[in-house]
Structure formats: C-alpha cells, structure tokens
C-alpha cells in the first residue's frame, strides 16, 4: 500500500478554525482507490504530526435513547439528566471523548504516511506563497482517466441492486 495522493487545506490563522496549533486539514489517497479524509496536521511539541479522523464518543439517553456526548450533563433531545459515571481516559490520564474513525494498525503504516503528510503540507505552504493560490482539498476525487457509465437513475439505493444481498436489519 502506498499513498499515492495527499491533499492539504491550510487552516487561515484569522479564521475560528484556527487555534494554537492545528495548521492544516488534509485528506490522503491510498493506491489510488481509497480516500481518508479530514486529517489534521498539528503542531507539536517535538513538530508536525498527523491526526488520524475521529468523532466524539456518545452514550444514549435512558429516556429517549438519543446519543449525547459524554460530557453532557442533560440529553440534548429530552432534557433528562443523565447519569453521572466516570469519563473514559487513557494510558497517561488523559480524557478520551474521541476516537479514531480510521487509524494505521502499524508504525510503519502511521510512519509512511506522516512523511507523505508533512511533506505535502510543506510543498504546500510553498504552493500558498504564489499569487492566484488556490487550495485543491475540495476538488472532485473522479480520476480523469477512468470512464465511468453513468448511474441508472432506477438504482439509487445500494440495497435496490439485485447482486447485492439484501439488508437483514440490525440486531
């Protein structure tokens, strides 16, 4: 597996977006056939270093079942007080109200593509310097050398296509 696309959207330091230390948003294309969006390039303490997609962790509301972030004190649906219970932290103490969408399984795997990262972010910064720049992170992904029919408008659904196996719900 390579990375074999690396798209950077710098954060504008006068922007909310911005705080101390994200400087970047990418998204990276591995072997030219699977996407990973919304990474964030961080500035460190020892430098630059990739952050993998995440999203909050919820827990449900007892009353309502709507999901709620873990800090949250009432069901943002409801209104019930939620019960109070300890926050997940991990191994140095820290709180753990994210977790990864999609993350390398490997040091080899993260180390491959942190270098393909910030040496990208770096051309781009270079890139951000000349006049008419312009970011190409929200560009299509369509690859210009590929012919793809055009879709049926009578299958919209993935479930709708006879050589799929049908949903069987969820438990």
Same mark, same amino acid.
């Given at each position: ?78 209104? +019930? @007080? *939620?019960?109070?219970? %300890?926050?997940?932290?991990?191994? /140095? !103490? ?61 299958? +919209? @659904? *993935?479930?709708?296509? %006879?050589?799929?196996?049908?949903? /069987? !719900?969820?438990?």
């Amino acid at each position: 597996m390579r990375v074999t696309e690396v798209r950077i959207k710098l954060v504008d330091e006068r922007t909310e977006q911005a705080n101390e230390r994200l400087r970047a948003f990418c998204s990276i294309t591995l072997d030219d056939a699977f996407v990973v969006r919304d990474l964030r390039i961080i500035e460190g303490a020892k430098g630059l270093f990739v952050a993998m997609p995440s999203r909050k962790i919820t827990e449900r509301c007892p009353s309502c079942r709507h999901k709620n972030p873990l800090t949250a004190r009432y069901c943002n649906n409801c209104g +019930t @007080r *939620l019960p109070e219970r %300890p926050l997940p932290t991990d191994e /140095q !103490g820290r709180l753990r109200l994210h977790t990864d969408v999609a993350h390398p399984i490997n040091q080899k795997c993260r180390d491959m593509i942190q270098r393909a990262v910030v040496q990208a972010f770096y051309r781009e910064l270079q890139r951000a310097k000349k006049p008419g720049y312009k970011s190409r992170y929200d560009d299509g992904y369509a690859s210009p050398n590929v012919s793809r029919p055009p879709l049926d408008p009578g299958h +919209t @659904r *993935l479930a709708d296509s %006879p050589d799929l196996p049908q949903d /069987q !719900g969820t438990p």
